[in-house]
T-cell receptor
């Protein structure tokens, strides 16, 4: 039972263009969402988060959009840079405040 | 400021054996969470320790157990290993137990069960 889904295992984007990574969830009780980035042989690192009371949060080149009615969030990276090539995970806060439910990840490849 | 470190990096065990994985928290962090990441999947929450006590647990059997020490480092113990326990085990430390607190991850321990 996957409560958080990232349906695109991989995404290839030209350097300088916008990267859009998508995430869907099934549980309407989720109230906090996070994006993490993971390079090979390293642990995930926190990127950006959003509370369910907002529909957008921006941090430099990274913007997360939340559409609660569609149970969908997306991460926009603009402009995309070679260092952005990594696996991106979407995670949601479960019904307890300590547990994160993670998607399977999307591998982003930025082409020069 | 030292980051989160995990040991060992890789480990090979046979079915039925027991294993202990170790995690040193980032300086000043009092909360450690452990995750299992199978190949091609996202991390799955195992449990969390806050100030030396288990604060919450995911859907894992009792043969997965843990400890947190006074210096906030932590251990994950798995008894009676099964083939499906083969995975990357990640620990993350944070200041406080709320998931809104940023979790800082180690690079993980790759466990192979033969």
């Amino acid at each position: 039972d996957q409560q958080v889904k990232q349906n695109s295992p991989s995404l290839s984007v030209q350097e300088g263009r916008i990267s859009i990574l998508n995430c869907d969830y099934t549980n309407s009780m989720f109230d906090y969402f996070l994006w993490y980035k993971k390079y090979p042989a390293e642990g995930p690192t926190f990127l950006i988060s959003i509370s369910s009371i907002k529909d957008k949060n921006e941090d430099g080149r990274f913007t997360v959009f939340l559409n609660k009615s569609a149970k969908h969030l997306s991460l926009h990276i603009v402009p995309s840079q070679p260092g952005d090539s990594a696996v991106y995970f979407c995670a949601a806060r479960g019904q307890s405040n300590y547990q994160l439910i993670w998607g399977a990840g999307t591998k982003l490849i930025i082409k020069p | 400021e030292t980051g989160v470190t995990q040991s060992p990096t890789h480990l090979i065990k046979t079915r039925g054996q027991q294993v202990t994985l170790r995690c040193s928290s980032q300086s000043g962090h009092n909360t450690v969470s452990w995750y299992q990441q199978a190949l091609g999947q996202g991390p799955q929450f195992i449990f969390q320790y806050y100030r030396e006590e288990e604060n919450g647990r995911g859907n894992f059997p009792p043969r997965f157990s843990g400890l947190q020490f006074p210096n906030y480092s932590s251990e994950l113990n798995v008894n009676a290993l099964e083939l499906d326990d083969s995975a990357l085990y990640l620990c993350a430390s944070s200041l406080g137990r709320e998931t809104s607190n940023i979790q800082y991850f180690g690079a993980g321990t790759r466990l192979s069960v033969l």
